[in-house]
């Protein structure tokens, strides 16, 4: 255990004043930094903000019974570990507390030395889970593989695929849900391809206007059309013995799609309004997260440039079959932004790593990396609780809570509070849904009912950055 490691936190809950000091100094003799609770109800509150690794609980209270503390405490922090204690000891509530869960029931005047050894397993249990986690930390480095983790046979099948397929790819399709790390995938491909240290040009075909396309792709001559007032080359010409990335392939309109296919067949791009075409060698990697097939029989994508692109196909599995790269991704998020952050996290107690593990993902990777940033952001223990974990996960309006991708500077002018002009509340709406999707663009559109490029219009137009 690092020797720097934060204290342990007791909470003490009883009504007696004097059992608050006798308890309070033993604990803190014990290493635990210690905070007291007079009553039921201020421990309940109380927890609500801060949590404890060992609450001592007494049973009898005034105003709200022990047994109701422990079972508030089980609901909202099942990693603390709690303790009870009662004057006169009823064997009915000891068996009630050991079935809700508390760890040990004394009996007042109770036993130091079986307090003693209950608060070194409660030590012990901590610097355990430590050292746990600071061994993930360690297997999340050495498995890391041109910065992917992915520990699990789904995804150590995709990098030996890529190991082997890296040195001859010159056209691939990488497919895969929003999140599941795609572009990292076209980074591994180039860096151990034979291109590697050569132009890396990655464009987005979501965020481009579709009248701009062909220019942006191959270039211009001067005054092919208004506004082209100089020759410009195009994403292909730049990347000319190098690598070109087309992410979101998916979303290049038709037309587009067949000069593509040519350009792809002959090697060979032509500027708009240029006569002759120059020839280009470059490497294309093209990302999806659409089911291109199901778009070619729908017929918003070209079959043949589907057979074209998809020579080599690489899939990226979903998070949700790969469960067992949780705690390594998580490993190393919370490693990235502890040190961003300038914080000492050890990582997710027990409770908020199960937490972790069966959650939906519908944002993949990326939305695990979210909620993680945002947790670590919130906590202040090295620990990082469910609680953190739930207030990354689930963003909502009105709380001030955002998701970490979705936010945009403040309305410039009026009062937040109660500008309810159409134009911001669509702003804020726009704001929430890109947060409950994890940030992810194309599946807040979709729950927006907006086209991707509908969104990013309006993205631009409130001046969010995502
Ligand atoms: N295996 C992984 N190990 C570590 N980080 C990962 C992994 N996969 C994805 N990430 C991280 O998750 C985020 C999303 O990854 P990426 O941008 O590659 O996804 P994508 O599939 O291209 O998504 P989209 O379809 O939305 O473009 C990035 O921050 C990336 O670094
Ligand atoms: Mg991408």
Redesign the pocket.
Known sequence: MPVDSPPPTLLIVDDDEAILTLVGRFAERAGFCVRTCAGGWEAIERLARERADVAVVDLRMPDVGGLDVLRAIREADPDCQVILMSGAGTIESAVEAVKLGAVDFLTKPFDFARLKALLGHVKEDASRRRRVLEAERKVARDLEFC????RGPA?QELFGLIRRLAPHVRTALIS?E???????VARALYQLGPRRGRRFVTINCASIAESLFESELFGHVRGAFTGAVDSKPGLFETADGGTIVL??VGEIPLAMQAKLLRVLESGEVQRVGAVEPRRVDVHVLA?T?RDLRAEARAGRFRLDLFYRLGVVELW?PPLRERREDIPY?TA?FVRDAGERLGKRLAGPTPAAERQLVAAPWEGN??EL?NVIERACLLADGDFITEREIQSGAAPSTGTGTRGFDARGPAPEDGPAGDDHSLSSLEREHILTVLAQSGG?K?TAARRLGLSRRALYRRLERYGIRP
């Open positions: 910065g992917m983790i992915g995804m895969g929003t999140g599941v790390g795609k572009e990292l992410d979101e990302a997260n990226v991704l190393a990777v990326r990396r992810n194309m």
